[in-house]
Protein backbone atom coordinates (compact mmCIF):
# COMPACT_ATOMS: atom_id res chain seq x y z
CA UNK A 1 0.00 0.00 0.00
CA UNK A 2 1.15 3.44 -0.87
CA UNK A 3 2.62 5.50 2.25
CA UNK A 4 -0.24 8.49 1.41
CA UNK A 5 -3.10 5.50 2.01
CA UNK A 6 -2.14 4.55 5.23
CA UNK A 7 -4.08 7.33 6.95
CA UNK A 8 -6.93 6.81 4.87
CA UNK A 9 -6.80 2.76 5.58
CA UNK A 10 -6.73 3.72 9.42
CA UNK A 11 -9.78 6.34 8.73
CA UNK A 12 -11.95 3.59 6.95
CA UNK A 13 -10.95 0.94 9.18
CA UNK A 14 -11.62 3.08 12.56
CA UNK A 15 -14.65 4.08 11.07
CA UNK A 16 -16.44 0.63 10.69
CA UNK A 17 -15.03 -0.15 14.21
CA UNK A 18 -16.36 2.68 16.07
CA UNK A 19 -19.21 4.21 14.29
CA UNK A 20 -20.50 1.78 12.04
CA UNK A 21 -20.16 -1.70 14.12
CA UNK A 22 -23.77 -2.70 15.42
CA UNK A 23 -25.09 0.26 13.58
CA UNK A 24 -24.74 -0.58 9.89
CA UNK A 25 -23.53 -4.62 8.78
CA UNK A 26 -23.05 -3.50 5.36
CA UNK A 27 -21.00 0.09 6.67
CA UNK A 28 -18.83 -1.97 8.67
CA UNK A 29 -17.91 -4.85 5.70
CA UNK A 30 -17.74 -2.34 3.57
CA UNK A 31 -15.54 -0.19 5.36
CA UNK A 32 -13.03 -2.86 6.10
CA UNK A 33 -12.56 -4.15 2.90
CA UNK A 34 -12.06 -0.28 1.47
CA UNK A 35 -9.80 0.00 4.04
CA UNK A 36 -7.67 -2.69 2.09
CA UNK A 37 -8.32 -2.03 -1.27
CA UNK A 38 -6.15 0.63 -2.74
CA UNK A 39 -8.33 1.04 -6.03
CA UNK A 40 -10.76 2.62 -3.88
CA UNK A 41 -8.10 4.18 -1.42
CA UNK A 42 -7.43 6.03 -4.51
CA UNK A 43 -10.57 7.01 -5.75
CA UNK A 44 -11.39 8.65 -2.06
CA UNK A 45 -8.57 10.65 -2.53
CA UNK A 46 -9.74 12.90 -5.33
CA UNK A 47 -11.72 14.64 -2.66
CA UNK A 48 -10.43 17.61 -0.95
CA UNK A 49 -8.14 16.88 1.77
CA UNK A 50 -10.71 18.04 4.00
CA UNK A 51 -13.25 15.64 2.84
CA UNK A 52 -11.53 12.63 2.45
CA UNK A 53 -14.13 10.76 4.56
CA UNK A 54 -15.82 7.40 4.35
CA UNK A 55 -19.07 9.03 4.84
CA UNK A 56 -18.58 11.20 1.70
CA UNK A 57 -17.92 7.77 -0.19
CA UNK A 58 -20.42 5.81 0.53
CA UNK A 59 -22.69 8.77 0.10
CA UNK A 60 -21.64 9.43 -2.90
CA UNK A 61 -22.34 5.51 -3.93
CA UNK A 62 -25.51 5.80 -2.41
CA UNK A 63 -26.80 8.40 -4.52
CA UNK A 64 -25.69 7.05 -7.73
CA UNK A 65 -27.42 3.74 -6.54
CA UNK A 66 -30.64 5.61 -6.14
CA UNK A 67 -30.96 5.81 -9.46
CA UNK A 68 -29.64 2.83 -10.96
CA UNK A 69 -32.16 0.24 -10.73
CA UNK A 70 -30.46 -2.48 -11.99
CA UNK A 71 -27.51 -2.40 -10.13
CA UNK A 72 -26.61 -5.84 -7.89
CA UNK A 73 -25.43 -3.64 -5.02
CA UNK A 74 -28.71 -2.35 -4.45
CA UNK A 75 -29.98 -6.20 -3.25
CA UNK A 76 -27.87 -5.60 -0.05
CA UNK A 77 -29.57 -2.13 0.77
CA UNK A 78 -32.66 -2.24 2.66
CA UNK A 79 -33.29 1.51 1.67
CA UNK A 80 -33.47 0.65 -1.89
CA UNK A 81 -35.97 -2.69 -1.18
CA UNK A 82 -32.98 -4.91 -1.01
CA UNK A 83 -33.14 -7.99 1.23
CA UNK A 84 -30.07 -10.30 0.79
CA UNK A 85 -28.20 -10.80 4.02
CA UNK A 86 -24.41 -9.65 4.34
CA UNK A 87 -21.91 -12.53 2.51
CA UNK A 88 -18.63 -12.78 0.65
CA UNK A 89 -20.17 -11.12 -2.75
CA UNK A 90 -20.85 -7.88 -0.98
CA UNK A 91 -17.43 -6.07 -1.04
CA UNK A 92 -16.50 -7.14 -4.13
CA UNK A 93 -20.23 -6.35 -5.99
CA UNK A 94 -19.21 -2.53 -3.93
CA UNK A 95 -15.77 -2.57 -5.77
CA UNK A 96 -17.21 -3.46 -9.15
CA UNK A 97 -20.08 -0.45 -9.20
CA UNK A 98 -17.17 0.99 -8.19
CA UNK A 99 -15.41 0.70 -10.88
CA UNK A 100 -18.52 0.90 -13.16
CA UNK A 101 -19.15 4.64 -12.16
CA UNK A 102 -15.48 5.58 -11.54
CA UNK A 103 -15.87 8.82 -13.13
CA UNK A 104 -19.46 9.90 -11.49
CA UNK A 105 -17.83 8.56 -8.41
CA UNK A 106 -14.97 11.08 -9.00
CA UNK A 107 -17.03 13.80 -9.62
CA UNK A 108 -18.94 13.41 -7.06
CA UNK A 109 -16.20 13.21 -4.41
CA UNK A 110 -14.11 16.30 -5.87
CA UNK A 111 -16.87 18.59 -5.55
CA UNK A 112 -19.34 17.57 -2.91
CA UNK A 113 -19.34 17.98 0.84
CA UNK A 114 -20.48 15.99 3.51
CA UNK A 115 -23.89 16.75 4.54
CA UNK A 116 -25.62 14.93 6.91
CA UNK A 117 -28.82 15.90 9.59
CA UNK A 118 -29.35 13.16 11.78
CA UNK A 119 -32.63 14.01 13.46
CA UNK A 120 -32.64 12.48 16.60
CA UNK A 121 -29.69 14.28 17.61
CA UNK A 122 -32.46 16.90 18.80
CA UNK A 123 -32.98 14.94 21.87
CA UNK A 124 -29.32 16.37 22.88
CA UNK A 125 -30.42 19.71 21.92
CA UNK A 126 -33.50 19.72 24.09
CA UNK A 127 -31.78 18.24 26.97
CA UNK A 128 -29.22 21.22 26.71
CA UNK A 129 -31.79 23.22 26.29
CA UNK A 130 -33.82 22.53 29.63
CA UNK A 131 -30.40 22.47 31.49
CA UNK A 132 -29.74 26.69 29.67
CA UNK A 133 -33.58 27.33 30.74
CA UNK A 134 -33.04 26.18 34.35
CA UNK A 135 -29.90 28.71 34.76
CA UNK A 136 -31.32 31.39 31.97
CA UNK A 137 -34.99 31.53 32.47
CA UNK A 138 -36.98 33.28 29.24
CA UNK A 139 -36.04 33.48 25.60
CA UNK A 140 -33.49 32.45 23.34
CA UNK A 141 -31.82 32.92 20.18
CA UNK A 142 -30.44 29.41 18.90
CA UNK A 143 -27.55 29.17 16.72
CA UNK A 144 -26.62 26.01 14.99
CA UNK A 145 -23.14 25.27 13.94
CA UNK A 146 -22.40 22.77 11.26
CA UNK A 147 -26.23 23.39 10.66
CA UNK A 148 -26.58 21.57 6.80
CA UNK A 149 -29.94 22.00 6.01
CA UNK A 150 -31.12 23.41 9.49
CA UNK A 151 -33.48 20.57 9.87
CA UNK A 152 -32.50 20.16 14.04
CA UNK A 153 -33.24 24.41 14.05
CA UNK A 154 -36.95 23.56 14.05
CA UNK A 155 -36.47 20.62 16.70
CA UNK A 156 -39.49 22.22 18.50
CA UNK A 157 -41.95 21.28 16.03
CA UNK A 158 -40.80 17.64 16.10
CA UNK A 159 -43.07 14.96 18.54
CA UNK A 160 -40.66 13.20 20.46
CA UNK A 161 -41.07 9.33 22.37
CA UNK A 162 -38.37 8.07 24.71
CA UNK A 163 -38.83 4.35 24.99
CA UNK A 164 -41.69 4.30 23.25
CA UNK A 165 -43.41 7.04 25.71
CA UNK A 166 -44.21 10.29 24.33
CA UNK A 167 -42.90 13.39 25.70
CA UNK A 168 -44.74 16.99 26.26
CA UNK A 169 -44.13 19.05 23.04
CA UNK A 170 -44.48 18.90 19.36
CA UNK A 171 -48.07 16.11 19.95
CA UNK A 172 -49.33 17.34 16.56
CA UNK A 173 -46.57 16.83 14.39
CA UNK A 174 -46.12 13.96 11.79
CA UNK A 175 -42.44 14.09 12.44
CA UNK A 176 -41.68 11.41 15.19
CA UNK A 177 -38.03 11.43 16.76
CA UNK A 178 -37.72 8.56 18.84
CA UNK A 179 -34.86 7.21 21.08
CA UNK A 180 -33.60 4.53 24.15
CA UNK A 181 -33.02 5.57 27.76
CA UNK A 182 -30.21 3.80 29.33
CA UNK A 183 -30.85 4.13 33.01
CA UNK A 184 -33.22 5.24 35.31
CA UNK A 185 -33.55 8.96 35.53
CA UNK A 186 -36.26 11.62 36.82
CA UNK A 187 -39.25 12.94 34.47
CA UNK A 188 -38.03 16.50 35.43
CA UNK A 189 -35.10 16.03 32.86
CA UNK A 190 -37.58 15.65 30.14
CA UNK A 191 -39.95 18.08 31.06
CA UNK A 192 -40.63 20.29 28.52
CA UNK A 193 -40.46 24.52 29.37
CA UNK A 194 -41.18 26.30 26.64
CA UNK A 195 -39.67 29.19 25.85
CA UNK A 196 -39.96 31.18 22.79
CA UNK A 197 -37.15 30.91 20.51
CA UNK A 198 -36.29 34.28 19.09
CA UNK A 199 -34.35 33.72 16.18
CA UNK A 200 -32.75 30.28 14.79
CA UNK A 201 -29.95 30.85 12.90
CA UNK A 202 -27.68 27.71 10.83
CA UNK A 203 -24.17 28.22 10.10
CA UNK A 204 -22.45 26.13 7.14
CA UNK A 205 -20.02 26.22 4.90
CA UNK A 206 -22.24 24.51 2.14
CA UNK A 207 -25.55 25.29 3.31
CA UNK A 208 -28.12 22.69 1.69
CA UNK A 209 -30.73 24.27 0.08
CA UNK A 210 -34.09 22.35 0.57
CA UNK A 211 -35.81 23.81 -2.21
CA UNK A 212 -32.88 22.07 -4.45
CA UNK A 213 -34.18 18.07 -5.37
CA UNK A 214 -30.82 17.47 -6.06
CA UNK A 215 -29.74 18.95 -2.33
CA UNK A 216 -32.20 17.11 -1.04
CA UNK A 217 -31.51 13.68 -3.01
CA UNK A 218 -27.78 14.74 -1.64
CA UNK A 219 -29.05 14.99 1.95
CA UNK A 220 -30.56 11.10 1.79
CA UNK A 221 -27.17 9.74 0.20
CA UNK A 222 -25.99 10.03 3.79
CA UNK A 223 -28.67 7.87 5.49
CA UNK A 224 -26.99 4.43 6.09
CA UNK A 225 -28.71 1.11 4.03
CA UNK A 226 -30.25 -0.65 6.49
CA UNK A 227 -32.21 3.20 8.03
CA UNK A 228 -35.25 2.42 6.26
CA UNK A 229 -37.04 4.66 9.17
CA UNK A 230 -34.66 6.99 9.22
CA UNK A 231 -35.58 8.26 5.66
CA UNK A 232 -38.82 8.38 6.13
CA UNK A 233 -37.90 10.33 8.91
CA UNK A 234 -35.76 12.76 7.25
CA UNK A 235 -38.22 13.36 4.34
CA UNK A 236 -41.03 14.26 7.01
CA UNK A 237 -38.51 17.01 8.56
CA UNK A 238 -37.54 17.92 5.21
CA UNK A 239 -41.32 18.81 4.67
CA UNK A 240 -41.86 20.42 7.44
CA UNK A 241 -38.77 22.59 7.45
CA UNK A 242 -39.92 24.02 4.14
CA UNK A 243 -43.67 24.80 5.44
CA UNK A 244 -42.96 26.16 8.68
CA UNK A 245 -43.25 29.66 9.55
CA UNK A 246 -40.83 29.60 11.89
CA UNK A 247 -38.27 32.46 11.10
CA UNK A 248 -35.34 29.97 10.52
CA UNK A 249 -32.14 31.57 8.28
CA UNK A 250 -29.06 29.39 6.67
CA UNK A 251 -25.74 31.32 6.32
CA UNK A 252 -22.58 30.37 4.20
CA UNK A 253 -19.45 30.65 7.13
CA UNK A 254 -16.99 28.93 8.79
CA UNK A 255 -17.03 27.82 12.43
CA UNK A 256 -13.62 28.99 13.50
CA UNK A 257 -13.58 32.12 11.37
CA UNK A 258 -17.52 33.50 11.61
CA UNK A 259 -18.86 31.96 14.85
CA UNK A 260 -18.15 34.86 17.03
CA UNK A 261 -19.52 37.50 14.50
CA UNK A 262 -22.30 35.93 13.80
CA UNK A 263 -23.37 35.90 17.21
CA UNK A 264 -22.68 39.69 17.86
CA UNK A 265 -25.19 40.35 15.01
CA UNK A 266 -28.63 38.51 17.18
CA UNK A 267 -30.32 41.64 18.35
CA UNK A 268 -31.10 42.27 22.11
CA UNK A 269 -29.57 40.81 25.05
CA UNK A 270 -31.32 37.08 25.42
CA UNK A 271 -28.88 33.89 25.69
CA UNK A 272 -27.79 32.19 22.37
CA UNK A 273 -27.98 28.71 22.43
CA UNK A 274 -24.87 27.46 20.09
CA UNK A 275 -25.53 23.95 19.66
CA UNK A 276 -22.96 21.89 17.78
CA UNK A 277 -23.02 17.43 17.18
CA UNK A 278 -19.84 16.27 15.43
CA UNK A 279 -18.85 19.43 14.44
CA UNK A 280 -14.93 18.57 16.70
CA UNK A 281 -14.86 15.61 14.78
CA UNK A 282 -14.35 17.74 11.50
CA UNK A 283 -11.59 19.96 13.35
CA UNK A 284 -8.02 19.57 13.88
CA UNK A 285 -6.66 20.46 17.06
CA UNK A 286 -5.66 23.73 16.41
CA UNK A 287 -9.19 24.44 14.90
CA UNK A 288 -10.84 23.13 17.93
CA UNK A 289 -9.06 26.01 19.97
CA UNK A 290 -9.77 28.47 18.13
CA UNK A 291 -13.87 27.28 17.78
CA UNK A 292 -13.59 27.34 22.02
CA UNK A 293 -11.52 30.89 21.58
CA UNK A 294 -14.91 32.15 19.14
CA UNK A 295 -16.86 30.92 22.03
CA UNK A 296 -15.09 33.01 24.87
CA UNK A 297 -14.91 35.90 22.72
CA UNK A 298 -18.50 36.06 22.52
CA UNK A 299 -19.32 35.42 25.86
CA UNK A 300 -17.10 38.54 27.05
CA UNK A 301 -20.23 40.77 25.48
CA UNK A 302 -23.63 38.44 26.14
CA UNK A 303 -24.59 34.75 28.03
CA UNK A 304 -24.06 31.99 25.44
CA UNK A 305 -25.49 28.42 26.12
CA UNK A 306 -23.03 25.68 24.08
CA UNK A 307 -25.05 22.71 24.02
CA UNK A 308 -23.09 20.26 22.61
CA UNK A 309 -23.04 16.40 21.41
CA UNK A 310 -19.55 15.10 20.73
CA UNK A 311 -16.71 13.19 21.20
CA UNK A 312 -15.77 12.86 24.54
CA UNK A 313 -12.13 12.88 23.66
CA UNK A 314 -12.47 15.40 21.75
CA UNK A 315 -13.96 17.80 24.06
CA UNK A 316 -11.30 16.82 27.03
CA UNK A 317 -8.93 18.91 24.70
CA UNK A 318 -11.47 21.62 23.67
CA UNK A 319 -11.97 23.56 26.54
CA UNK A 320 -14.57 21.88 28.70
CA UNK A 321 -13.47 21.52 31.97
CA UNK A 322 -16.37 19.31 33.20
CA UNK A 323 -16.02 17.28 36.44
CA UNK A 324 -17.57 14.41 34.27
CA UNK A 325 -14.34 14.45 31.84
CA UNK A 326 -11.51 13.99 34.36
CA UNK A 327 -11.44 10.22 34.57
CA UNK A 328 -12.06 7.53 32.14
CA UNK A 329 -14.13 8.88 29.91
CA UNK A 330 -12.17 11.73 28.33
CA UNK A 331 -10.66 8.51 26.65
CA UNK A 332 -13.60 7.29 24.98
CA UNK A 333 -14.02 7.52 21.26
CA UNK A 334 -17.06 4.73 20.37
CA UNK A 335 -20.05 7.25 22.19
CA UNK A 336 -20.49 10.79 22.52
CA UNK A 337 -21.17 13.23 25.15
CA UNK A 338 -24.44 15.66 25.35
CA UNK A 339 -23.29 18.37 27.85
CA UNK A 340 -23.18 22.31 27.82
CA UNK A 341 -21.05 24.90 28.38
CA UNK A 342 -22.52 28.46 30.09
CA UNK A 343 -20.59 31.28 29.43
CA UNK A 344 -21.50 34.74 30.23
CA UNK A 345 -18.75 37.92 31.23
CA UNK A 346 -19.06 36.44 34.97
CA UNK A 347 -19.93 33.09 34.60
CA UNK A 348 -18.64 29.48 33.40
CA UNK A 349 -20.36 26.45 34.02
CA UNK A 350 -19.67 23.04 31.82
CA UNK A 351 -21.43 20.18 33.08
CA UNK A 352 -21.76 16.73 30.83
CA UNK A 353 -26.03 15.67 31.21
CA UNK A 354 -25.43 12.65 29.42
CA UNK A 355 -23.87 9.41 27.30
CA UNK A 356 -24.79 8.62 24.33
CA UNK A 357 -24.36 6.63 21.02
CA UNK A 358 -23.19 9.02 18.09
CA UNK A 359 -26.28 9.19 16.26
CA UNK A 360 -28.26 9.26 19.33
CA UNK A 361 -30.06 5.78 18.98
CA UNK A 362 -29.72 6.00 22.89
CA UNK A 363 -29.03 8.38 25.91
CA UNK A 364 -27.95 7.98 29.39
CA UNK A 365 -28.55 10.81 31.37
CA UNK A 366 -26.30 11.52 34.04
CA UNK A 367 -26.65 10.31 37.28
CA UNK A 368 -24.55 12.41 39.42
CA UNK A 369 -22.86 15.47 38.08
CA UNK A 370 -19.55 13.60 37.70
CA UNK A 371 -20.52 10.68 36.77
CA UNK A 372 -18.13 8.68 34.66
CA UNK A 373 -20.66 6.69 32.51
CA UNK A 374 -18.99 3.35 32.89
CA UNK A 375 -22.54 1.62 33.86
CA UNK A 376 -23.75 3.43 30.62
CA UNK A 377 -22.47 0.76 28.29
CA UNK A 378 -24.11 -2.18 30.08
CA UNK A 379 -27.79 -1.74 28.05
CA UNK A 380 -29.67 -3.62 30.76
CA UNK A 381 -28.24 -1.22 33.32
CA UNK A 382 -30.95 -0.50 35.52
Known sequence: MPPSYEQLSHL???FGETQCRGRSDVYATLSAAVADDDQLLELTSTAPPDQRRPSLLFAAVNLLLANDQDAALRSYYPIHGGTRKIDARLAPTFAAFCREHWSELEQLLATRSTQTNEIRRCFALR?????LARHWPGPVHLLEIGASAGLNLIFDRYAYR???SPLAGGDESTVVVETAQRGI???RLWADRPA?????LGLDQHPVDLDDPEARNWLEAFIWPERIDDLATLRGAIEAFRTTEAD???VRGDAVAD???????????EPVLVFTASLLSYLDQDQRTAFDDQLRSAAERRRIGWVFAEGPALLARSGIDA???SGPLASVVTNYAVGVSLRSPDTRHDQILALAEPYLRWIAPARVPDDDFAWASDPTAP
Open 323 to 325: AGL
Open 162 to 164: LDG
Open 196 to 200: PVRQR
Open 12 to 14: FRF
Open 259 to 269: TAAVIDELPGD
Open 248 to 250: VRL
Open 185 to 187: TAD
Open 127 to 131: LGRHE
